[in-house]
């Protein structure tokens, strides 16, 4: 019984591919996250949506789009890959949003390496 | 916006021992702090929290401490063990979540 589940969990591509990434989440929350995860190992936060809709876009270029169809889902669509995108990018979610203070669930993680 | 640091950044330990992480925010609005362990291949656990109308939390071997005053906040692992090695990020949380830059924990047996 995953909570947060993303596919797939590796994803090798060609510069300038399209590529997506999906997470859906059982618990009934929500809020949902998209973090993206260097080779140092930061964890930084690229977008947030609440009950469906975007309330935190940090920058990002715009060639990345999430898109969430319903409140369990949240996927990343990745335009024009580059060699800097390849990373670990982990979809998350939490009960509430905004100063809610309750955790985040993480899934497992998708690495994406372009080549 | 909030801005969490993190150290140190990496910490070596013998079993039995006790390792301390610290960390620092600068939003005095933020009012979660959670610390998540992330075991190679796997996405970042949540192991303790810690809410703002609380100075200390303890469970079992671990234990948080919060200086709201400061902005400080700790982790604490007690009679670590090797399966304790791992990354662990603090966070904190107003709006949104912010982590720490994150501490490799090795347990050396």
């Known amino acids: 019984d995953t909570a947060v589940s993303q596919t797939p969990k590796y994803l090798v591509t060609q510069m300038g591919n399209d590529k997506s990434i999906k997470c859906e989440q059982n618990?009934?929350?929500?809020?949902m996250y998209w973090y993206k995860q260097d080779s140092k190992k930061f964890l930084k936060i690229m977008f947030s949506?609440?009950?469906?809709?975007?309330?935190i876009n940090e920058t990002v270029p715009n060639r990345f789009s999430p898109k969430s169809p319903d409140k369990a889902h949240l996927n990343l669509h990745i335009n024009s890959l580059e060699l800097g995108d390849s990373a670990v990018y982990f979809c998350?979610?939490?009960?509430?949003?905004?100063?809610?203070?309750?955790?985040?669930?993480f899934g497992q993680g998708t690495r994406l390496t372009v080549v | 916006g909030e801005n969490v640091e993190q150290h140190p950044s990496t910490l070596s330990v013998q079993e039995g021992d006790s390792a301390v992480i610290k960390c620092t925010y600068s939003?005095?609005?933020?009012?979660?702090f959670p610390w998540y362990k992330q075991e190679l291949g796997k996405g970042p656990q949540l192991i303790i929290d810690?809410?703002?109308?609380?100075g200390e939390k303890k469970d079992q071997r671990i234990a948080v401490t919060l200086n709201k005053t400061a902005k400080h906040f700790s982790l604490h692992i007690t009679e670590t063990q090797p399966e304790d090695s791992a990354v662990y990020f603090c966070?904190?949380?107003?709006?949104?979540?912010?982590f720490g830059t994150g501490t490799s924990l090795t347990v050396i047996p």
């Open positions: 939003d005095s609005a933020s009012n979660y």
């Open positions: 810690i809410r703002s109308n609380v």
């Open positions: 618990l009934g929350h929500d809020t």
């Open positions: 949506y609440n009950n469906k809709e975007l309330i």
């Open positions: 998350a979610s939490s009960l509430r949003g905004g100063r809610g203070n309750t955790e985040a669930f």
């Open positions: 966070a904190a949380k107003g709006v949104q979540f912010y």
